[in-house]
């Protein structure tokens, strides 16, 4: 038989189920202690309540959300790099598929970069097979 081991909530209910005690598991039931405010959890209890959340609640949900969104996504490049490298791989000669794919981007993505960075004519070069032109530094 593959029993659960303690401090789960299986082991809870086989605990009580035979009378035994365990200092591991915690009774069912039993009351957490409430955080305090100021963290992710007491945000949630006022939204819970149907309070409006305090503001450091409120800071704590926020920095917790933005932690949670970034914790897998690796670091975009910046807008000067990622320039830097267009330039690069369009003086060597590559195409539109070759530069996105050593970006790590989409072609939306980087044309979207590349159009606030106000360097439509790389925007003109790459997706418009323009590959040819002589890049005058």
């Known amino acids: 038989m ?3 081991p303690c401090g789960t909530r299986a082991a809870q209910r086989r605990h009580r189920e035979r009378g035994e005690t365990c200092t591991t598991c915690k009774p069912i039931g ?3 202690p ?3 405010c100021g963290t992710p959890a007491a945000y949630r209890r006022h939204l819970s309540h149907g309070e409006p959340p ?3 609640c409120k800071t704590a949900d926020n920095l917790d959300r933005k ?4 914790a897998h996504k690796p670091p975009t490049p910046t807008t000067i790099e990622t320039i830097q490298e267009v330039e690069h791989l369009l003086m ?8 996105i794919q050593a970006l ?3 072609p939306l ?4 970069r590349l159009q606030r960075a106000g360097r439509t004519d790389l925007n003109h070069r790459i997706f418009n097979g323009d590959q040819h032109m002589v890049w005058a530094a």
Request: with cysteine; proline share 6%; glycine share 6%.
């Open 92 to 99: 060597c000669g590559e195409g539109e598929h070759a530069i």
């Open 67 to 70: 932690k949670r969104l970034h």
């Open 34 to 36: 409430l955080k305090p």
């Open 104 to 106: 790590n981007t989409t």
């Open 54 to 56: 305090c503001q450091p």
């Open 109 to 112: 993505n980087l044309q979207r």
């Open 2 to 4: 593959n029993l659960r």
């Open 30 to 32: 039993a009351v957490q």
